[in-house]
């Protein structure tokens, strides 16, 4: 949501300005660098990009940019790279919809990268761009600490299909790692609601409203990425480009398999909070009748009899009974008779 | 939903490792090889794949795979039969969406099998994978039991067209098989649903909402599946491949009529359910209405006597009438009238 | 909804194998033969299939089979007609969803035929199939009785297009007077809808809910079939089939226009119900807040009333005014004002 | 809604008899001819087609219609301009649902007039039909008075394009004229849509629900006749055919904008509607509230009051302080005291 | 709002008649020329159209009109530029749909600028229309005063691409204002709804609904002109004109995601808005429901009391007790049990 205020900051400025739009300054740059083909693999740590050699043949690599203050390497990885104005601007500005852009013998990918602290149960939602050549990937990010690292991981232990593979490949692998994490983020709201379910199935109507209300709201968050996700995994499954290889669309196609999956998996959750949601009402509302009942069933019984012990507490000099030695128990078992009555009366109507 | 809990497991692994995303291991595995010719047919426990003999000129072939948990088999199995090892993985992973995929001479369909436990009414899911080839048909499923036991009577019975069609409809007989039981959960659904509404015909407003809430659950679970299998069976109509026969097509338009079928019904039962319960809100609204009227007929009548005759139980010295023998009469002969007149009110305000 | 119950008993059997799937045994089965050419028309009953002689030149004729039980006949017509067996299968299984289904030189539409018991207000629903050849419509159907009459009227006394035109017309003129029904019940419901209208347009909120719930129900029921029918009607006129002749097409059209406006109306319907049931429930809250309103103007009076009375009940020896002689008019005038203060405060507060 | 009950006396009878399917007997008919080119115009009433002169050349003609219950005339019309008999048929059935449709050289559409009764709100429905052929328009409609009196003026008046342009560009007109009357109402429904909205802003919650009841029930009436008309315009922008000049495209295309606009409008509306909806039952539970509040504040006073006071009204020969000369003053005293802590107590809990 | 009901004084006249329907006389027109190319510009204000000299070979003008009363001006435009009279129609006209249109080698545009006034935070609506030609774009306002003077002083400072592209991306620019202006509406309310949020999480329940109502109002405000900008935006991507450059259409294609976004924006907002409301109402529910429960408790608690001590008032001679020196000590001590007797069932009950 912060995000979303910033963009005001740069309303009516020329289209392709270099304003970064985004959370507070994150620190300095970390620009990592991975070359690596199916039998060796280097990682370095530019600090400037004049350090950047020229790919050797063959190699692939990724260009992993951490933090986007500096605008000077980005300016400079855009001059080496020669990437179009447009772009670097989609780059800075960092509350963009997730979307699949196509230029000249490069491809550009907008994604959000979600993240559930685990401690606050708070879903943080992160932009990260891709740049696609032939044989980079460049990525780029806001703040330091993501969600990439199972990758780095099978870079350096060469494991899986990622070193053989091209750069479409690397990009698929980045984009399953983000999806996976929109799992999480799912499997452990499901975990709540079943959590919920169980509660309800244990002691009908054992819902706390708010608990609901605070899922709901975190099944709305993610929703909200997943939908343009969706359609991301999608258009790259469709791409007519050469930039992503026949054997790689087997895989992107897997991808938009999991967004739906997850689209739909969403779906149901709602569904299941809309129904626990009537659940809880129909509780409150049987408890509240209950009080109401209670409340009905003393009133009627009671009030009636404070009346009768009224009329014999009245100070008319003639009154009949008064002094007969029975009339105290006459009125008492008369008392007791009608209590009797409306207590039977009461089970008849099933209030009892 | 236990599933969806155990892919985080395979969280940033690479994709095309052979891990099992699933439930508790499920024992041993059994495979056994059904192969059947218009005439005539076998039915072999294979314990390794070793046993596997190539398939006879003109025979069809069911390997019927129960359990994933040997993992040697499945390997075996891939590699006689020269399978993707994306499919392979797809079949560990018991948590896919239902698909169909299409490798070069190898069709992929990914189902889930719905089964409703007589006792506790709780609906068990279950993936089912099926390769089909040329003249072979391999399912995969993770435990033992399952709702195909119809088909392979028919194999050993020779009844109907199945031994003497195709491989392509021994895939169609198992779907369709599946399919039948999701008619049969929908049935049962449908069943309790017309008891509810008979319920309320009879007596209205006299539903459980709990029962209403249970059966919504179990829809949202049905509804849930049976969405991706329209997909399923869907493609399985349009697709251009040469492993499904024009003549089997025709079935599989069958398929598809009754999962859209299956699919109306349950949006049906929910508006059903919508309706109902609708019915029992308005029922439990109109009976708190008619307590909260007995407390205000009974309040409205009595609390103004008990004031009256609080009156008369004053311990003033002068109060008129209390000397006189007919007061007390005429007090109550005036509560009376007053009582008689608010009865008069209401009846007329039609609330008794 | 009790054909769904049986399907059950039909799981797991051969697709193609002739078992009835449906109600009880109704009874024998009537085959009626009508060959009509624009100057004569026949009518004769057959008993056996055997009976039936050739097709004269340039005639038409429809084939109309009452009642599903003799698969004996069934056979015969399947044997006949050269009939696919999965064509008389569906015949036989009567839950089916209409369709439209080409088979060679031959066209196979489901049905669903709707009447309204004119007594019970229930819908009464029956599947009813056609087979339409070059010149001669066969029908099924599982019941005696049916909407049919009006067609075989136009057929004896030869008025209308219907004995000049080609069997294509007499299918659609079958389709029309089915969905001419679907009209009749439709406009039953909205009679109904407009005298609830009427009634709350004289006396706001004056509506019963269970007449709601009952009526939405039907409308259920009827969108239910309406939405399959309209599928069908919209599929015959584009189908590319030779057995509907151009000059047909445009009534064809006219069927799915009607079927397209019946949809409509029973959306506006459900609407119009939502509305009420809004009206309803907007008054049962307005009488309920009413009653606890006097209820609590009752109380707010009379309690401090009593509180007061009780006071000059004790017993205590000494207490102001007890024994002065305009000590119980003080009192009294003093609840008088207070009593006239709260009514003064409440109309001020508008709710007297 | 008058209209479709009648349609069910048209069941069965054979497609294109001529009967007429609408309200009562509107009287007489009248047919008025307006024959115009750029320069001059006639204009005659006609009581017999017989009289009908053939054509002038380069002029243009409108054939007006009123009335539908003078057969004879329709059927003359028919005649003398080779009219489709379902053509006819559906001019007389005055409940069809809006649409376009192409005959030879003729192109046949099916409009709703919708008029707002000024003095009870109530709105008219009327069905009316256009006829256009190369260089006239026929229209029919049911009774008379109708919203085209100002194209009868402008062709009177020879403003605007409209004697210079062809018969396709009076057919827009006509329906132009149509439209704009739906605007008129959408218009009036705003107007008062937009008075309850004030009423909520001056008073929250001020709102009549019966008219927001009234309202949306005009907002559906309106709604269920603009998609199809929507639909119809659209059909008029697209068709095919030759009747309409490339230059009256661009206006046919105004037209659907407008019908879009009115649909927008309407969805707009009715949300609002939901809206203030909402804000009246909040309004109606607050008030609720406030009263069961109130209730409870002068029980949860009084009623622990008229204990005590009752608990010194007793006739035991023994109790405490009775006989003390400040006893009625110090229960008094305490009872002040509980009654000023109660006070307090609601204020804490923010109840006063 | 307003400017709906002006619809209506326009109907029947000819469409193409130059009327004004709109908001009250905005003073008078002020049109404003500027002529720019990369390295100059020049800034005029003509008034009137004869002042207007012919456009320099390589520049691009924008003709900025400002107020639609000085009909003359218009009449100018239009012969000057020979602009089609439907177009001049629909700039008077300023009720419309956004739209675009093309007419020869010219583009014509409809837009809504939205604006938020800081202070009553009431949302204000102007139509704008843009005309596109080779070189030149024509902009037409009502109300002096507008979003678009960023766009001014770019011309003025020559920053960004704006002088040196064509008049294409001068449009564009124009137009990426007005969304953006769309942006701060629904980033205000946006802030708007998480201070609620926040209040909801800080202190459940203690909503404003009148808020929330009014932020719905704004955002249905809002969501009714983002649809059709979206489509204008889409059109403007895919429109085959030569008129929009190629390099400008990657600058569109922003446009379109920007108000796709937008309307993602909206759609989460009003879910966020409707998961509120819900919190609203149970904490209302909440409420109202431990008032009852208080009210019910001091009752089921005095009442029966109440009644105890109305038997030891009353008058007989005869009454068990009343002389006993302990019979007050024993009664009140029984009521102390039954008193706490009750305290203990309620804490039970978990009422208390």
Redesign the interface.
């Known amino acids: 949501?912060k995000k979303?205020?910033k963009?005001?900051a740069k309303?009516?400025?020329?289209?392709?300005?270099l304003v970064h739009v985004g959370g507070k300054a994150a620190g300095n740059t970390t620009v990592r660098l991975f070359t690596y083909d199916p039998v060796s693999f280097t990682e370095e740590t530019l600090t400037d990009l004049d350090l950047y050699v020229d790919q050797p043949e063959g190699a692939r690599r990724w260009l992993d940019m951490d933090g986007l203050d500096t605008e000077r390497i980005l300016h400079q990885i855009g001059q080496r790279f020669d990437l179009h104005p447009?772009l670097l601007e989609d780059v800075l500005n960092t509350d963009?919809?997730p979307?699949v852009?196509e230029y000249q013998e490069t491809l550009f990918v907008v994604a959000k990268m979600l993240r559930l602290d685990p401690e606050t149960e708070v879903i943080q939602v992160e932009q990260i761009c891709f740049v696609l050549r032939q044989d980079i990937v460049i990525s780029f990010q806001e703040h330091p600490g993501d969600v990439l690292?199972?990758?780095r991981?099978?870079i350096r232990l060469g494991?899986?299909?990622?070193r053989r593979a091209g750069a479409d490949y690397l990009l698929y692998?980045l984009l399953?790692?983000i999806v996976?994490?929109y799992?999480?983020i799912?499997?452990r709201l499901?975990?709540r609601i079943?959590q919920l379910?169980r509660k309800?199935m244990l002691k009908?109507g054992n819902v706390d409203?708010?608990t609901i209300?605070e899922l709901?709201?975190q099944l709305?968050a993610v929703s909200?990425h997943i939908?343009?996700m969706r359609e991301l995994a999608g258009r790259l499954n469709i791409l007519p480009s050469d930039l992503i290889d026949r054997s790689t669309r087997?895989?992107m196609?897997?991808l938009q398999?999991h967004t739906?999956?997850i689209a739909?998996?969403i779906a149901?959750f709602r569904?299941?909070l809309a129904?626990l949601?009537?659940?809880?009402?129909?509780m409150?509302?049987?408890?509240?009748?209950q009080?109401?009942?209670?409340?009905?069933i003393?009133?009627?019984i009671?009030?009636?009899?404070?009346?009768i012990?009224?009329?014999?507490?009245?100070?008319?000099?003639?009154?009949?009974?008064?002094?007969?030695?029975?009339?105290?128990y006459g009125?008492?078992g008369f008392m007791l008779a009608l209590c009797l009555g409306m207590l039977f009366w009461f089970r008849h109507k099933r209030?009892l």
């Open positions: 949501m979303v205020k963009r005001s309303k009516g400025m020329p289209p392709g300005t447009l963009h919809r979307k852009e690292d199972p990758v991981e099978r494991t899986g299909r990622l692998a399953d790692v996976d994490n799992f999480l799912v499997e499901g975990e079943e379910e309800v009908p409203l708010f209300q709901r709201s709305i909200r939908t343009p087997r895989y196609n897997d398999d739906v999956y739909e998996t149901t569904e299941m129904n949601e009537n659940s809880y009402h129909a409150v509302n049987l408890r509240s009748g009080v109401i009942k209670l409340l009905t003393i009133s009627t009671f009030i009636p009899l404070t009346f012990v009224g009329i014999y507490g009245m100070n008319f000099d003639h009154m009949p009974w008064l002094h007969s030695p029975f009339g105290f009125v008492v209030w």
